[in-house]
């Protein structure tokens, strides 16, 4: 089973701020990472899939890289509805999450 | 509008078995994967199980395989997850979800989720 290690598992910004969010895939998985949001006591939402294309409908501000295993979410400017928690989660064998990472103010 | 509405979820005893089912509406069910995903209370997320579009083809996490059946009926727009000899760690918000409609992208539409309460 492929194995996500995503880091932090919080962390603390403002609005305004730049916030990364990583994840480490325990083998070569073809930049097959999506990212999602998760508010509490909601389902969550796909923010980007294949590592960096865009879900319909999400704010530009978010935006994902890939070098070989390791894997980037970037929220450009943190507005106040991005506070929540974000998981990675590998594609290339069938589905694997990451831990989370909170980001809080 | 996509609609993923789980069926009530409930308390049930360690060894127990439990049929879970979501209903979907919106759009065309038979043209999807669909999936099992869970989240112990406090907890991450984790993927529990995936079903082709046809129901011929299916994947299991290694934590439910043998104990757990993900199943279809593409007639009643209905996707199903029979779990037996369910234990204390199996207690959860099970939600489903719909694949995305390019493999491997993840799931695109959710359910609100049912918890799932496994006592000992």
């Known amino acids: 089973e492929i194995r996500m290690t995503q880091f932090p598992s919080s962390l603390s910004a403002s609005v305004g701020d730049k916030v990364t969010v990583s994840c480490r895939s325990s083998?070569?998985?073809?930049?097959?990472v999506n990212w999602y949001q998760q508010k509490p006591g909601k389902p969550p939402t796909l923010l980007i899939y294949?590592?960096?294309t865009l879900e319909s409908g999400v704010p530009s501000r978010f935006s994902g890289n890939a070098s070989g295993t390791d894997f980037t979410l970037t929220i450009s400017c943190l507005k106040p509805e991005d506070f929540a928690t974000y998981f990675c989660?590998?594609?290339?064998?069938?589905?694997?999450f990451g831990q989370g990472t909170k980001v809080e103010l | 509008e996509v609609q993923l509405v789980e069926s009530r979820g409930g308390l049930v005893q360690a060894g127990g078995s439990l049929r879970l089912s979501c209903s979907a509406s919106g759009f065309y069910f038979g043209q999807y994967w669909m999936s099992w995903v869970r989240q112990a209370p406090g907890k991450g997320l984790e993927w529990v199980a995936n079903?082709?579009?046809?129901?011929?083809?299916?994947n299991y996490a290694d934590s439910v395989k043998g104990r757990f059946t993900i199943s279809r009926d593409n007639a009643r727009d209905l996707l199903y997850l029979h779990m037996k000899s369910l234990r204390v760690g199996d207690t959860a918000v099970y939600y489903c979800?719909?694949?995305?409609?390019?493999?491997?992208?993840?799931?695109?539409?959710w359910g609100q989720g049912t918890l799932v309460t496994v006592s000992s």
């Open positions: 294949n590592s960096n």
């Open positions: 079903i082709g579009q046809d129901g011929d083809d299916k």
């Open positions: 083998q070569t998985i073809n930049n097959l």
């Open positions: 979800a719909r694949d995305h409609i390019i493999a491997s992208a993840g799931s695109d539409r």
């Open positions: 989660q590998q594609g290339y064998s069938t589905y694997t």
